[in-house]
């Protein structure tokens, strides 16, 4: 079992930068894919990015591709998300998960079997 906790949210100007960073518990840590996740109000959770066991893969979504950039450190058990220029549409809940499978995370499938992190608000202001 895996416990996430996100931390690193908070307001800033278009334009500027946040770094999210989520901290996992168990000593499996390096067998599961992590993924970063987002949701604004009044839509559905959708995909960010996401991150290979090894970190040796990547995978972004369009709307982020050339701003954000995930990595991982399994020596200490944590994957983050360095945000770029961001804009006002990025304002949104992150959500740290994990999952066994890098393919699943990066189409949806069975969410409902990933770990996930309680969230941290980001908000952009135009």
């Known amino acids: 079992q895996v416990q996430l906790v996100e931390s690193g949210g908070g307001l800033v100007q278009a334009g500027g930068s946040l770094r999210l960073s989520c901290a996992a518990s168990g000593r499996t840590f390096n067998t599961y894919a992590m993924g970063w996740f987002r949701q604004a109000p009044g839509k559905e959770r959708e995909f960010v990015a996401a991150?290979?066991?090894?970190?040796?893969?990547?995978y972004y979504a369009d709307s982020v591709k050339g701003r954000f950039t995930i990595s991982r450190d399994n020596a200490k058990n944590t994957v983050a998300l360095q945000m770029d220029s961001l804009k006002p549409e990025d304002t949104a809940v992150y959500y740290c998960?994990?999952?066994?499978?890098?393919?699943?995370?990066?189409?949806?499938?069975?969410?409902?079997?990933?770990?996930w992190g309680q969230g941290t608000q980001v908000t952009v202001s135009a």
């Open positions: 991150i290979s066991w090894n970190g040796g893969r990547t």
């Open positions: 998960a994990a999952d066994v499978s890098y393919p699943a995370l990066i189409l949806g499938d069975n969410r409902e079997h990933y770990y």
